[in-house]
């Protein structure tokens, strides 16, 4: 491959042989090799999350947020998967020339609004403009910093066969509202995105303690990718039930109209978690207790087959293999 | 003003209006209030500082440097001139579809030795890919994390009259480096970008202790919007002498040869320090020592007179006001 392809934005297979193949090899540490999201590091009596994503969705609107909202929730979302307290977040923005202001005003309030909900602070932060034409009206970057609890240990080292797999709400509705927003497509939609900071929801469930082994947010690449990075050179396998994983309506229609999958649908308010099977009834009332989690669902568990593999017991009765998304299913999802 | 101009970009008085009314409007903070690069944290028992930086330098690749050496550069060089050890930094990508994969190696590679110069390890990242046309090849957001001694008090609060302005080499080296690698421009030039961590310099500087009051890295807009950032709302002002600012023959070439002023010319590894009057001699013995710095200069010193300003008595023996940059003098140096 000698070309940058969408699909190495993808979040998928491509996404993770290019930073497999290119920036692991030259930069290789403890930390980045982990493969994350985020990096643990220990400041002085403190574990310390730190994250960093750069957003460029298209459209910058979209019902239920924008690239501010996005941009925000995303890096507390990050933040909050791995048992970390969000803290603190630096917004970077570059933005093209021409660039209207009261877009940009709209933007801001937005991130103001979210960092309020959030209970994060924005301490620091870059401006950038580029010529016209030179890039697609207003890219942000936010890293944000958390800080973790020792006593938090998620680690997926701890999953044990039987295991049970919690999702917190219906997958893909930030996918397909960004593809049925897209311009040039006439869909009429009621799909909003799912967009929303977890950190209240996480920081309750981490209450139940150790039952709770592992959980991430699956963002681009969607439910499928996440999980496979979960088996991903792992002892265990997952087994998926398909009548169990939560898909609104809206969303069934839309993928079935256009051929898409929405376990490969990017969520951006959801968290998916690794729960151990004696607690996972305990996790799932406390979860529907959340607003953010009603629809919270147990869709699959841990297996000691299928080693490295995610499997779907489909509805039709069959088992199918369940892959990393390969190739782009839709750009700048993110 | 209802659009975004190039010059919201320039980091002069066009960028720190759109910052303060609209950034800081909306996102007002105790940490955001001080306008400044880097924010310090209190995390656990340590003072944290956090930056972040997007970089759209034009052309990616230059005398002296890259796009991927300067980011890391620009990162340290921020959280350095704060008085902390830089440690650790996320790196996040935003690349165009057709990129040229052994380009971004390129990249990637100067980044490693960038880091590995600075001492600093890359633990977190991400990569976006965004369709041809949509970026120009390729941006890069660094943000970082350093930790400060709470002994270190760099402060405008502590400066006084009398008070000297040490600069640590040649200004303007990075912006007319640019400036002649720029396409379009038949500038045959020897001048090599002065792009460069700073942190072993400062670490140095600072063993000096409280003699050293404040310091920064000036980059966009050069040592002008620099020293007019330190002065700005101050109950002091600053005089400088043209005849002692050091400015290469080649950069004193070039700038007039293009009407520009090597004073609001970008460097991107130099630091410029308010030292105590007794103490500057002392300071300017351990610069000149380290290799960096062996053109480290006292070009002025701070006054009573002229609060909030800055002023340069010119080699002809006038006094002329030195503002901060106005509109914009060279898109995307950095």
Redesign the interface.
């Known amino acids: 491959?000698?070309?940058?392809?969408?699909?190495?934005?993808s979040g998928g297979r491509l996404?993770h042989d290019?930073?497999k193949n290119?920036?692991l090899k030259?930069?290789r540490?403890a930390?980045?090799s982990n493969l994350?999201?985020?990096?643990i590091?220990r400041?002085?009596?403190?574990e310390?999350v730190?994250?960093?994503?750069?957003?460029?969705v298209n459209p910058l609107f979209f019902p239920g947020g924008d690239i501010g909202k996005l941009s925000i929730c995303g890096t507390v979302n990050d933040l909050s998967v791995c048992g970390a307290e969000p803290?603190?977040i630096?917004?970077?923005?570059?933005?093209?020339?021409?660039?209207?202001?009261?877009l940009?005003?709209r933007v801001?309030?937005s991130?103001?609004k979210a960092?309020h909900n959030a209970g994060v602070?924005?301490?620091?932060?870059?401006?950038?403009?580029?010529?016209k034409?030179?890039?697609?009206k207003l890219?942000i970057?936010t890293?944000g910093?958390g800080?973790k609890s020792r006593k938090t240990n998620l680690s997926l080292d701890r999953v044990k066969k039987g295991d049970r797999i919690i999702v917190s709400g219906a997958i893909g509705e930030h996918g397909v509202c960004i593809l049925s927003s897209r311009e040039g497509l006439n869909i009429t939609s009621r799909v909003r995105s799912d967009c929303a900071s977890v950190n209240s929801l996480v920081a309750g469930i981490l209450k139940a303690g150790g039952i709770v082994k592992f959980m991430r947010d699956p963002t681009r690449g969607g439910l499928a990718t996440t999980l496979n990075e979960f088996v991903d050179g792992r002892r265990f396998g997952i087994v998926l039930d398909e009548e169990r994983i939560p898909v609104s309506s809206g969303v069934k229609g839309i993928c079935e109209l256009l051929g898409f999958d929405p376990l490969y649908m990017a969520n951006e308010g959801r968290v998916v978690m690794i729960v151990s099977k004696k607690g996972a009834d305990k996790v799932l009332k406390m979860m529907r207790r959340h607003p953010q989690a009603r629809g919270a669902h147990i869709i699959g568990e841990c297996v000691g087959d299928y080693k490295g593999k995610v499997c779907l017991n489909t509805s039709a009765g069959g088992l199918r293999l369940v892959k990393m998304l390969e190739g782009e299913q839709l750009?700048?999802i993110c």
Chains 1, 2 share one sequence.
């Open positions: 491959m000698k070309k940058i392809l969408l699909g190495h934005g996404t290019l930073i290119l920036f030259n930069l540490n930390y980045l994350d999201d985020s990096a590091l400041i002085g009596n403190q310390v730190f994250t960093t994503d750069s957003y460029v803290l603190y630096a917004v970077s923005v570059i933005m093209e020339e021409g660039l209207d202001m009261a940009l005003g801001v309030s991130i103001k960092a602070k924005i301490v620091t932060g870059d401006t950038k403009v580029v010529e034409g030179m890039c697609d890219f970057t890293s910093i800080v750009p700048r």
